[in-house]
């Protein structure tokens, strides 16, 4: 598969999905002890979808190893 970017590398993509997965856990956990703010719930809520499409692409990159280990 040719790169046509950096960010598309295992080494860079990993621990971003990595950070935004702590992103949306810390996030996810002020809302549930009822931190009444907007940033948090927006933040919550964009971070989430960056996580999905990283978690993806994370996926996609590592294909060969998960199809093989299925």
Request: no cysteine.
């Amino acid at each position: 598969m040719a790169r046509s970017s950096w960010l598309l590398s295992k080494s860079v993509i990993t621990p971003i999905t990595a950070a935004l997965f702590i992103l949306v856990s810390l996030t996810g956990i002020l809302l549930l002890l009822h931190v009444e703010s907007r940033t948090v719930q927006e933040t919550h809520e964009l971070v989430g979808v960056l996580f999905v499409v990283g978690a993806l692409v994370h996926l996609a990159l590592n294909w060969r190893y998960v199809s093989h280990r299925m």
